[in-house]
Structures are given as C-alpha cells and as structure tokens.
C-alpha cells in the first residue's frame, strides 16, 4: 500500500526528512504497526521514535492513536506533542 | 474565519471587524505575544501541519458555534520566524452579549493549545531548542471536555 508519511518538528529533524512515498508492507495495519516497521528501517527512524510517549500521530489529517487502522490511508503524520498558540 | 499566515497579524484591524459584525453587542479578544523572557529569546519559528491545522481549527470554530450563539469567529495564527512582541496569535469572538462570547473565547484559545499541530522552536542566548509541551495547556483543554 502507498503512502506518504510526514514528520515534523524534532520527528522531522531525527527522520531527515519531512516527508516520504513508502509502500507499506501487507502486515501493517494500525499507527503502531507503521511505528514498529518505520524503527527498522535505519538508525534516524529509531531516534525519532525514541521517546514513543512523545510521539503523537494522524492518519490522513485526522488525530489518531496507536490502534488506529492505516487501512487505505493517503497520509500519515507522526509529530511531538503541538505547542502552538 | 481562520487564517494562518507568515505576514504580520494586526489585532486592530480584526477587532474591528468582529464589531462590525450582524448582531454584534459584545466582541472579546485573546492576542498571543512572543515573550522576550527578560531578553535570553531572541527569536521563535512557528512550524505547523498545513492541511490538518486548518482543518483542527474549523473543528474548534463549529464545535464553539454549537456551544454558544455567537456571532462571527476569528482565528488567525501566525507562522514562520518571528521577534519578541509580535503577534502569534488572535482569537476573537463576537456576540449578542459578553458572556457567551468571554466562554467562547477562552474555549478556543484553550482547546487551540492541546488540538492544533503548530511546534514552537526557540532560538536564545543559551542555544536553540523545540519548546515543550506544557502540563497546564492539558488541563486548561480538559475543563472544556
């Protein structure tokens, strides 16, 4: 399955990058299931996924948790907690 | 009415249009400024989800409007890298009476804090950094749960 995953933030600058096309594997089927595949791709996934109690995420732009489904998702956003305002 | 933007937001010119606003009786305002603290930040850059922001305040406007009759909404964030003293962000609400339209505001800059994907980044005297989360932003969002 086709996706794009953007990063921001302090996730943005561990990953190195803000944004990718991936194609998921077929057993990936909710946000942690994205998260445990993402961290063996390579030692920066790893570090922006260091500290999960920090990592909030959104599936096609809508808040989700980590069992949300990724099922037909166009885009999936992993972000620390916003500090906006 | 939301916007984000780069450009400067002008507090003035946005209170002025809420007054101006059908049924207006009682218009409030929240302005966010950039602190200086006591002169070790020198700068902070705004970054935020464009598409999911927007998104996250339109949900934050309809959600107020089915909570109080109020009248005209203005939300304007500012983005990108900005000074001690400018604006980042205006709230403003206008209504029939103060009440509904003082909930209403306070409401939408407390939910602002917890649901919309912006991230501040710090630049100081002492370094740069991604500003924290803060416990009571989360707790301020809660009472309106």
New interface residues.
């Given amino acids: 399955m086709d996706v794009t995953i953007?990063y921001?933030?302090?996730m943005r600058e561990r990953a190195g990058t803000p944004e990718e096309r991936v194609v998921l594997p077929a057993h990936v089927a909710t946000v942690a299931d994205v998260v445990a595949w993402l961290v063996t791709r390579g030692e920066n996934y790893a570090a922006a996924f260091a500290k999960p109690h920090l990592v909030r995420a959104?599936v096609d732009?809508?808040?989700a948790s980590h069992e949300t489904s990724v099922l037909g998702a166009r885009e999936i956003?992993f972000?620390?907690?916003?500090?906006?305002? | 009415m939301i916007r984000v933007q780069t450009g400067i937001v002008d507090p003035g010119e946005e209170i002025g249009q809420l007054a101006r606003a059908a049924g207006a009786g009682a218009v409030t305002t929240f302005v966010?400024v950039v602190r200086d603290e006591g002169g070790a930040l020198l700068a902070l850059t705004?970054?935020?989800?464009p598409?999911?922001t927007e998104?996250a305040l339109e949900a934050l406007e309809a959600e107020a409007r089915a909570r109080w009759p109020v009248g005209d909404i203005r939300i304007v964030?500012r983005v990108g890298r900005m000074v001690p003293g400018d604006v980042?962000?205006f709230v403003g609400v206008s209504a029939i009476h103060r009440a509904e339209a003082f909930a209403a505001c306070e409401f939408l800059?407390d939910r602002?804090?917890?649901?919309?994907?912006?991230?501040?980044?710090e630049e100081g005297r002492e370094g740069a950094r991604?500003?924290?989360?803060?416990d009571g932003d989360d707790a301020r969002a809660k009472r309106w749960r």
């Fill in positions: 953007k921001f933030a302090w959104a732009q809508d808040s956003a972000f620390p907690p916003v500090t906006g305002g | 966010g705004l970054e935020h989800y598409g999911m998104r964030h980042i962000v800059i602002l804090k917890t649901d919309a994907p912006f991230w501040k980044f991604w500003v924290d989360a803060r």
